[in-house]
């Protein structure tokens, strides 16, 4: 054992991809393990490595982690991105139930009938201009500070400038009015660690491609 974290997923980003940029923007080096058959996930879930039977999962402090929930919280009360008190770990939850509710539209949108995508993505983009990306905007206007919580970098800074790069790519104007997002934006992606993540070469997974869909299709058998 290295004492490096493992992580256990396929090479894409999927339900990993925000395990990848918060252990990242710790500074944490981590090591991956990537599924490329069915066979592969059918053996750690006869190990017994699976709680729940499914991936992601990481190998970190002797334990076996399931759950992205659960693995982005250990990560984060770990490496001191969870707040300084209860009420900022309200707030960080609150902000990154938000992110992820989005994220999950942004996630699923590969594996939704062709016929429905039109429609899928005027629903993302609707509800990115009309809820989610003003109700962060108004975080930030309300405190006026760098962070969303505390006026110190936090999981929530980091999920939600993940997503916005998830947007960006849908349509890169969606931004466009929300100047305080596109400032965090800037900010997080100027840590260096986060800097790092973002160049070329890194263990930061491309946009799904209808090969690595189709591989998922044959791992998970969806």
Same mark, same amino acid.
């Given at each position: 054992?290295?004492?490096?974290?493992?992580?256990?997923?396929?090479?894409?980003?999927?339900?990993?991809?925000?395990?990848?940029?918060?252990?990242?923007?710790?500074?944490?080096?981590?090591?991956?393990?990537?599924?490329?058959?069915?066979?592969?996930?059918?053996?750690?879930?006869?190990?017994?490595?699976?709680?729940?039977?499914?991936?992601?999962?990481?190998?970190?402090?002797?334990?076996?982690?399931?759950?992205?929930?659960?693995?982005?919280?250990?990560?984060?009360?770990?490496?001191?991105?969870?707040?300084?008190?209860?009420?900022?770990?309200?707030?960080?939850?609150?902000?990154?139930?938000?992110?992820?509710?989005?994220?999950?539209?942004?996630? *699923?949108? $590969?594996?939704?009938?062709?016929?429905?995508?039109?429609?899928?993505? !005027?629903?993302? #983009?609707? =509800?990115?201009?009309? /809820?989610?990306?003003?109700?962060?905007?108004?975080?930030?206007?309300?405190?006026?500070?760098?962070?969303?919580?505390?006026?110190?970098?936090?999981?929530?800074?980091?999920?939600?400038?993940?997503?916005?790069?998830?947007?960006?790519?849908?349509?890169?104007?969606?931004?466009?009015?929300?100047?305080?997002?596109?400032?965090?934006?800037?900010?997080?992606?100027?840590?260096?660690?986060?800097?790092?993540? *973002?160049? $070329?070469?890194?263990?930061?997974?491309?946009?799904?491609?209808?090969? !690595?869909?189709? #591989?998922? =299709?044959?791992?998970? /058998?969806?």
């Amino acid at each position: 054992m290295t004492g490096k974290p493992v992580l256990h997923y396929m090479n894409a980003r999927g339900r990993m991809e925000s395990i990848r940029w918060l252990l990242a923007a710790a500074g944490v080096e981590f090591e991956e393990k990537f599924l490329e058959t069915a066979e592969d996930l059918a053996k750690l879930r006869s190990d017994g490595s699976l709680m729940f039977q499914q991936v992601p999962m990481v190998e970190i402090d002797g334990m076996k982690l399931v759950q992205t929930r659960a693995i982005l919280n250990y990560i984060a009360f770990k490496y001191n991105l969870y707040g300084k008190d209860i009420k900022e770990r309200a707030l960080i939850d609150m902000y990154v139930e938000g992110v992820a509710d989005l994220g999950e539209m942004i996630l *699923l949108l $590969p594996v939704c009938p062709p016929e429905q995508k039109d429609e899928k993505i !005027a629903r993302i #983009k609707e =509800r990115t201009t009309n /809820r989610y990306f003003p109700a962060f905007e108004k975080v930030l206007k309300s405190h006026g500070q760098d962070y969303l919580v505390g006026n110190k970098l936090s999981r929530a800074d980091i999920q939600l400038v993940e997503l916005l790069y998830y947007v960006e790519e849908l349509d890169a104007s969606l931004i466009a009015s929300f100047p305080l997002l596109k400032a965090l934006k800037s900010r997080v992606s100027s840590v260096p660690t986060v800097k790092k993540f *973002l160049q $070329p070469g890194s263990q930061r997974k491309p946009r799904l491609d209808e090969k !690595a869909l189709e #591989k998922a =299709r044959k791992i998970f /058998r969806f």
